[in-house]
């Protein structure tokens, strides 16, 4: 294309070029976010440092409790885990992805697409199913001889990080994908011209030239797996608790508001944080996709 | 040689072992399920025993799953059309318009998207308590329209932006006016981007678990409450049943979106 | 008589004027280039006459009426722009009855004006591909046929061949010279190509920082530049930096770098005696002989590359100073003994093929 003196892709009509042009059709969204959004989560946080009375005690109460610092711990670990898990086991898959004959990665490509589209309470139950005592897991293990006595695969963290890991791989996949698909072929014939062994070529080119991909797909992974609620209330146990969990149970069992309110906040407030690092290296593109 | 997969060497068999564990992985328990639907073990045994249709009839027998299905279905679909016209109204503002603050507008509609549903859900929970909307269409219609719009925000604008806006302006030349050149020529341009937030808006609601399990009455449950609440009993075969129906209604929309894309491309 | 009156238009985006003070009078069926480098206002002056920007003063009458107050859609102008922007949803017929459509036509007429069109342009078999399914020259045919469906008095066309390889632009330039003459409608044609400005315009209008720098036809802007811009801009060039020793009226006396004196060049713009000016020379218009065989004003050069190009020789020449001359002969008029590299040679030409720009 050729540049022209102005681009016609803005044009402003010869009939309305005032400040504000254009804000009217924004109006209906603006108002459902704000009022179905906004409002109600201000609300609830501002219950954290209003209920029972004006205060911090809910934070107090929150960060002085090991009860809720596990809780905490917990949702760290598990988020950590799977993050862990979704990069050694996503990168190969991405990298397959990538250069596999088309047929194959195609296939790969569907399955990857068809578990993610899947309801999610549908894979959770399937999950449930197969990490149950009973379940086949542990039946085929000891089938083989492999155990005498049934794993306890549920109702722990074990089965939250197995179930978590499971929903989350797509969402690793699927950016990394996008980052190796876009690395220029020619730069490693130029690696082993320059007499990098294989393993060389992969540490020095490939992981550096990935590594923008891993990042903001483990932010991604981390973040979303900090707040999740349905996979850890199913296939984790009540002594393990979540920080999702948490905050479900103390408004639905406890009533008690003010910390719920302190509880989101902190969920809140990590949760943006990260997305902001997130912002500030990645831009918004990936944290969209 | 790293990015050729006939030269890869040895490290060719690493990542085919690891892809294929991963779709395995990812693919079994899907098959499972579905396999579990019409197995005739009430224990949920593996390999069935027998097969049977027994769970999808007591499935179909029961008022209250159809009750669910209907009350999600209608949900679903009154916060897609909802979705999609709020949502092509917001991305002709936010990729047309000349005001202040346009980046911050985009980003707030998108945060519902990001941030964890669950605070959402207590929030929204605890907001519609005075309001009286808890348990009603109206409170579903409304919360799931918050997580929707951001899908539809989203497929719209990546649309609009790649219509190449002289397409529109030379339909204006030849003499329609603005609003017809938008209506004959623009939206049938950006039609994938409307069916696709349409498709996306339509799942954001289907699949909705977390605001709906809050907000639910004993009298108006979605299909996901129900299913939620069933599975904190028993892991009864006829939610497989279910299962395997919501596996073959994406199956399905990922067919159809598929085709689209075909469409698209020829 | 004038049929396009364009008054004074300019337009101001913040602070900076992308065109100023233009006018311009087109008569009925002419064929107008806006020539320039992008950024020189040509576009925009095509764009406010098109209804997309408001003009910041001015006027634009059509058929001796102001047409600034109706909107795009009334004017009822015809446009090719610069990408096909064929509308991907309907088929070819579809987008050439488009306008007829929205002008709620009957279907008949829609249907005969079609097949006229689809005739004009020379794609009577294409009336029901999509067009996703033509070539580039073939796509912009149709959007040619879609502009000129509704029979508008003036047709708008913003770079049309720039998206086009060189070979099927001379294609289309030929179709839109035959169209052109066939239906008698009087065309803008914005170009940054000066070779397609000559080949297709009765007049070209070379717009520079917002304002028109020459109005004519094409060969007065080549062989009688007004500015040193249009010299440069239109065919090519040489320059010889030199100073001026007397001036009267439109004629001057030079001295160059080297010592040697001209006398009695024509010259553009007020110079006085000592000011620097550059003497601008075609290179088809140079002459090389050997050494002092020539009568006529001349140069002492040093033959530095030579280039074979077909139908042409191309030779560069260092003078004395060190300046650098392109000449170009047919190479018919050269012969190979003459090619000699280092070879000193001397530069003439006709007294009245030089031009005296002041700096």
Redesign the interface.
């Given at each position: 294309?050729?540049?022209?003196?102005?681009p016609?892709a803005n044009?402003?009509?010869?009939?309305a070029?005032r400040r504000g042009r254009g804000i009217v059709p924004v109006i209906p969204a603006l108002a459902v976010v704000v009022l179905v959004f906004v409002i109600p989560v201000l609300a609830l946080l501002l219950r954290s440092v209003l209920e029972p009375e004006p205060g911090l005690q809910n934070y107090a109460a929150f960060f002085g409790s090991t009860t809720y610092l596990k809780v905490l711990g917990n949702t760290f670990l598990v988020a950590g885990t799977v993050t862990l898990a979704t990069v050694l086991l996503g990168f190969p898959v991405a990298w397959f992805l990538a250069i596999a004959p088309s047929f194959w990665s195609r296939l790969l490509f569907a399955i990857i697409i068809l578990s993610m589209w899947t309801n999610l309470l549908a894979r959770t139950y399937a999950w449930m199913v197969l990490l149950q005592r009973t379940g086949i897991i542990n039946r085929t293990l000891m089938d083989l001889g492999l155990i005498s006595e049934p794993l306890p695969l549920i109702n722990n963290l074990a089965g939250v990080t197995i179930g978590m890991t499971y929903i989350m791989l797509p969402f690793m996949i699927l950016p990394l994908h996008a980052t190796i698909r876009a690395i220029d072929p020619a730069v490693f014939q130029a690696a082993a011209l320059c007499g990098a062994s294989r393993w060389q070529a992969f540490t020095r080119v490939m992981l550096p030239l990935a590594a923008s991909g891993i990042a903001a797909g483990a932010l991604m992974v981390f973040v979303m797996s900090l707040g999740y609620f349905i996979t850890p209330a199913l296939l984790g146990g009540t002594s393990n608790m979540m920080l999702a969990e948490l905050i479900a149970q103390l408004v639905q069992s406890l009533l008690d508001w003010g910390l719920a309110g302190a509880a989101a906040l902190v969920l809140l407030v990590v949760t943006l944080a990260i997305y902001l690092v997130q912002l500030r290296f990645f831009g918004f593109g990936q944290a969209r996709s | 040689m790293l990015l050729d997969f006939a030269r890869l060497g040895p490290w060719r068999v690493v990542l085919i072992v690891i892809a294929v564990l991963v779709g395995a992985y990812l693919l079994l328990p899907i098959l499972l399920i579905v396999a579990l639907s019409f197995g005739s073990s009430q224990w949920l045994q593996f390999p069935p025993p027998g097969w049977t249709l027994r769970w999808y009839e007591e499935l179909f027998d029961d008022p209250e799953w159809i009750a669910s299905f209907l009350t999600s279905f209608q949900i679903a679909a009154v916060v897609t059309v909802l979705s999609v016209v709020i949502g092509l109204m917001a991305s002709f503002g936010l990729t047309r318009g000349e005001f202040r603050g346009r980046e911050v507008l985009r980003a707030l509609f998108l945060t519902p998207m990001i941030l964890p549903v669950v605070v959402l859900a207590v929030a929204l929970y605890a907001f519609f308590l005075r309001l009286h909307l808890n348990g009603t269409f109206l409170g579903f219609v409304l919360a799931h329209l918050v997580i929707a719009l951001p899908f539809s925000i989203i497929a719209i604008s990546n649309a609009l932006e790649r219509f190449?806006r002289?397409?529109e302006?030379?339909?204006?030349?030849?003499?329609?006016?603005?609003l017809?050149?938008k209506i004959?020529?623009t939206l049938?341009?950006i039609?994938l981007g409307l069916i696709s937030a349409a498709i996306f808006s339509f799942l954001a609601s289907w699949d909705e678990v977390v605001i709906a399990i809050f907000m639910a009455s004993p009298d108006l449950q979605t299909l996901p409450v129900r299913i939620y609440s069933t599975l904190r009993q028993d892991l009864s075969p006829v939610i497989a049943a279910v299962s395997t129906l919501l596996i073959a209604l994406t199956a399905a929309l990922m067919a159809l979106a598929a085709l689209f894309r075909k469409d698209a491309r020829? | 008589m004038t049929f396009l009156e364009i008054s004074n238009i300019s337009k101001t985006?913040g602070n900076v004027a992308?065109v100023n003070d233009v006018s311009l009078d087109i008569a009925q069926g002419e064929f107008v280039t806006f020539l320039g480098p992008?950024?020189?206002?040509?576009?925009?002056t095509l764009?406010m006459i098109?209804?997309?920007?408001?003009p910041s003063g001015g006027d634009v009458r059509l058929g001796g009426r102001s047409i600034?107050a109706e909107?795009?859609?009334?004017?009822?102008?015809?446009?090719v722009?610069?990408?096909y922007?064929?509308?991907?949803?309907l088929s070819v017929a579809e987008n050439v009855a488009?306008?007829l459509r929205?002008?709620r036509r009957s279907a008949a007429e829609i249907g005969r004006k079609v097949e006229e069109m689809l005739a004009l342009v020379r794609l009577e078999g294409f009336a029901d591909r999509m067009p996703?399914q033509l070539s580039g020259g073939q796509q912009q045919r149709v959007?040619l046929a879609?502009?000129l469906a509704?029979d508008p008095p003036l047709l708008l066309m913003?770079?049309p061949l720039?998206?086009l390889d060189k070979k099927l632009r001379e294609e289309i330039q030929d179709e839109i010279r035959r169209i052109h003459r066939q239906t008698g409608v009087t065309i803008l044609y914005v170009t940054?190509d000066q070779e397609e400005a000559l080949s297709l315009s009765d007049r070209i209008a070379l717009f520079n920082h917002g304002r028109i720098e020459q109005l004519g036809k094409g060969r007065e802007l080549y062989e009688a530049p007004r500015t040193r811009f249009v010299a440069d801009f239109v065919g090519h060039s040489n320059f010889l930096d030199c100073t001026i020793t007397r001036s009267e009226g439109e004629s001057a006396d030079i001295v160059l770098p080297d010592g040697g004196m001209l006398s009695g060049i024509s010259l553009h713009g007020a110079a006085v005696a000592g000011a620097r000016a550059g003497l601008m020379i075609r290179p088809d218009r140079l002459r090389l002989s050997p050494l002092g065989q020539a009568a006529e004003p001349g140069i002492d050069a040093v033959l530095s590359d030579a280039t074979f190009i077909g139908e042409t020789y191309h030779f560069v020449l260092a003078t004395g100073w060190g300046a650098s001359v392109n000449v170009r002969m047919p190479a018919s008029r050269v012969r190979p003994d003459e090619v000699t590299m280092g070879a000193h040679m001397q530069l003439h030409w006709e007294a009245t093929d030089a031009r005296l720009f002041c700096h």
């Amino acid at each position: 294309m050729t540049v022209t003196d102005v681009p016609l892709a803005n044009p402003s009509p010869a009939t309305a070029r005032r400040r504000g042009r254009g804000i009217v059709p924004v109006i209906p969204a603006l108002a459902v976010v704000v009022l179905v959004f906004v409002i109600p989560v201000l609300a609830l946080l501002l219950r954290s440092v209003l209920e029972p009375e004006p205060g911090l005690q809910n934070y107090a109460a929150f960060f002085g409790s090991t009860t809720y610092l596990k809780v905490l711990g917990n949702t760290f670990l598990v988020a950590g885990t799977v993050t862990l898990a979704t990069v050694l086991l996503g990168f190969p898959v991405a990298w397959f992805l990538a250069i596999a004959p088309s047929f194959w990665s195609r296939l790969l490509f569907a399955i990857i697409i068809l578990s993610m589209w899947t309801n999610l309470l549908a894979r959770t139950y399937a999950w449930m199913v197969l990490l149950q005592r009973t379940g086949i897991i542990n039946r085929t293990l000891m089938d083989l001889g492999l155990i005498s006595e049934p794993l306890p695969l549920i109702n722990n963290l074990a089965g939250v990080t197995i179930g978590m890991t499971y929903i989350m791989l797509p969402f690793m996949i699927l950016p990394l994908h996008a980052t190796i698909r876009a690395i220029d072929p020619a730069v490693f014939q130029a690696a082993a011209l320059c007499g990098a062994s294989r393993w060389q070529a992969f540490t020095r080119v490939m992981l550096p030239l990935a590594a923008s991909g891993i990042a903001a797909g483990a932010l991604m992974v981390f973040v979303m797996s900090l707040g999740y609620f349905i996979t850890p209330a199913l296939l984790g146990g009540t002594s393990n608790m979540m920080l999702a969990e948490l905050i479900a149970q103390l408004v639905q069992s406890l009533l008690d508001w003010g910390l719920a309110g302190a509880a989101a906040l902190v969920l809140l407030v990590v949760t943006l944080a990260i997305y902001l690092v997130q912002l500030r290296f990645f831009g918004f593109g990936q944290a969209r996709s | 040689m790293l990015l050729d997969f006939a030269r890869l060497g040895p490290w060719r068999v690493v990542l085919i072992v690891i892809a294929v564990l991963v779709g395995a992985y990812l693919l079994l328990p899907i098959l499972l399920i579905v396999a579990l639907s019409f197995g005739s073990s009430q224990w949920l045994q593996f390999p069935p025993p027998g097969w049977t249709l027994r769970w999808y009839e007591e499935l179909f027998d029961d008022p209250e799953w159809i009750a669910s299905f209907l009350t999600s279905f209608q949900i679903a679909a009154v916060v897609t059309v909802l979705s999609v016209v709020i949502g092509l109204m917001a991305s002709f503002g936010l990729t047309r318009g000349e005001f202040r603050g346009r980046e911050v507008l985009r980003a707030l509609f998108l945060t519902p998207m990001i941030l964890p549903v669950v605070v959402l859900a207590v929030a929204l929970y605890a907001f519609f308590l005075r309001l009286h909307l808890n348990g009603t269409f109206l409170g579903f219609v409304l919360a799931h329209l918050v997580i929707a719009l951001p899908f539809s925000i989203i497929a719209i604008s990546n649309a609009l932006e790649r219509f190449d806006r002289d397409i529109e302006t030379a339909a204006i030349v030849c003499g329609a006016s603005p609003l017809e050149a938008k209506i004959r020529v623009t939206l049938p341009g950006i039609r994938l981007g409307l069916i696709s937030a349409a498709i996306f808006s339509f799942l954001a609601s289907w699949d909705e678990v977390v605001i709906a399990i809050f907000m639910a009455s004993p009298d108006l449950q979605t299909l996901p409450v129900r299913i939620y609440s069933t599975l904190r009993q028993d892991l009864s075969p006829v939610i497989a049943a279910v299962s395997t129906l919501l596996i073959a209604l994406t199956a399905a929309l990922m067919a159809l979106a598929a085709l689209f894309r075909k469409d698209a491309r020829s | 008589m004038t049929f396009l009156e364009i008054s004074n238009i300019s337009k101001t985006f913040g602070n900076v004027a992308a065109v100023n003070d233009v006018s311009l009078d087109i008569a009925q069926g002419e064929f107008v280039t806006f020539l320039g480098p992008s950024g020189s206002g040509k576009s925009t002056t095509l764009y406010m006459i098109a209804g997309f920007f408001e003009p910041s003063g001015g006027d634009v009458r059509l058929g001796g009426r102001s047409i600034l107050a109706e909107p795009s859609n009334k004017r009822n102008i015809g446009m090719v722009f610069q990408r096909y922007t064929l509308f991907p949803h309907l088929s070819v017929a579809e987008n050439v009855a488009f306008p007829l459509r929205v002008r709620r036509r009957s279907a008949a007429e829609i249907g005969r004006k079609v097949e006229e069109m689809l005739a004009l342009v020379r794609l009577e078999g294409f009336a029901d591909r999509m067009p996703a399914q033509l070539s580039g020259g073939q796509q912009q045919r149709v959007a040619l046929a879609r502009a000129l469906a509704y029979d508008p008095p003036l047709l708008l066309m913003d770079e049309p061949l720039s998206a086009l390889d060189k070979k099927l632009r001379e294609e289309i330039q030929d179709e839109i010279r035959r169209i052109h003459r066939q239906t008698g409608v009087t065309i803008l044609y914005v170009t940054h190509d000066q070779e397609e400005a000559l080949s297709l315009s009765d007049r070209i209008a070379l717009f520079n920082h917002g304002r028109i720098e020459q109005l004519g036809k094409g060969r007065e802007l080549y062989e009688a530049p007004r500015t040193r811009f249009v010299a440069d801009f239109v065919g090519h060039s040489n320059f010889l930096d030199c100073t001026i020793t007397r001036s009267e009226g439109e004629s001057a006396d030079i001295v160059l770098p080297d010592g040697g004196m001209l006398s009695g060049i024509s010259l553009h713009g007020a110079a006085v005696a000592g000011a620097r000016a550059g003497l601008m020379i075609r290179p088809d218009r140079l002459r090389l002989s050997p050494l002092g065989q020539a009568a006529e004003p001349g140069i002492d050069a040093v033959l530095s590359d030579a280039t074979f190009i077909g139908e042409t020789y191309h030779f560069v020449l260092a003078t004395g100073w060190g300046a650098s001359v392109n000449v170009r002969m047919p190479a018919s008029r050269v012969r190979p003994d003459e090619v000699t590299m280092g070879a000193h040679m001397q530069l003439h030409w006709e007294a009245t093929d030089a031009r005296l720009f002041c700096h």
